[in-house]
Structures are given as C-alpha cells and as structure tokens.
C-alpha cells in the first residue's frame, strides 16, 4: 500500500519539475491504486484502478482544453522576437514591393505587407519570415 503512495509522491515531485499535467494524472492514478490497496483488493484491482484513474483524468483534461497546445507564431509575437516594432528606414521600394534596407548593422531582404503602400521613409517592422523583413505603415 505504501509503495502506491510513494510512487504518488515521487510522480508530484516530477510534476513540479516539469510543470506539465501528465505526471498530476499518474499521482493521481498511483494514489488511487494506494487507496484500493488499503481496501486489501488483489493486486490487479490496483493496477487497473491506476490505469483507470489515469486516463479518466486525461480525458477529462483533453475534453475541458487544459492539455490544448498553444501554437505561438514567433515571425508574428513581439513577446518571442524583438524585432518587431523595431523601425527601419527605406530608401526605395522595388516594383514587386521589396527593398533593402539597414537594419542592425547589416543589410536585409524587406517586403511589403499586405495592402500597404510602397513609399519610401521610414516603416516599421511587423513580421519576420526567415531572413526577410515584412514591413507595414510608417512610423
């Protein structure tokens, strides 16, 4: 019985170290199994029980959008790339909308956002697409 309930422990401290929900379920499920083995039922009662308890959890989890992956854009997220909302200074714009310009003490490729206008000054940074910049409206 004791044994369930230090698994339960050990599988917390994990989850305290990762911080993912995952190992929370399996705590849960080894408490579960601990309990059922202070009821003195056979051992594969308290196997099942852990596995039941286990994923009834992540169930349970999937289906309120807890363990949901949030996809974070990075060319787009000022939070992950500090280049956004940096401004730039354009001389000229290309016919099919792209420049280069200095930025950073190099030079890079630039193109236009969607809808606006290609006119020359200063833009300023709202994409990053690989090694170009996407630039929008001046500043």
């Known amino acids: 019985m004791w044994v ?23 705590a849960l499920g080894l408490a579960a199994a601990g309990i059922v083995a202070a009821l003195d039922m056979a051992l594969q009662w ?7 308890v286990a994923l009834a959890g992540l169930a349970v989890l999937r289906g ?7 996809e974070i854009d990075a060319s787009r ?4 790339n500090l280049d956004i909302g940096q401004a730039v200074q354009v001389e000229e714009w290309s016919a099919t909308g792209s420049a280069r310009v200095w930025y950073r003490g190099a030079h890079w490729q ?30």
Not at 64 to 70: A, N
């Open 64 to 70: 309120t959008g807890v363990l949901k992956k949030r």
């Open 110 to 139: 630039a193109e236009l956002a969607a809808g606006e206008v290609a006119a020359p000054g200063t833009h300023v940074i709202t994409e990053v697409r690989g090694t170009r910049l996407v630039l929008s409206g001046k500043r």
């Open 77 to 80: 997220n000022a939070n992950v």
């Open 4 to 26: 369930w309930f230090g698994l339960a422990a050990i599988a917390l401290i994990g989850e305290v170290m990762t911080g993912t929900f995952y190992l929370l379920l399996v």
């Open 46 to 52: 308290q196997l099942v029980t852990c596995g039941v």
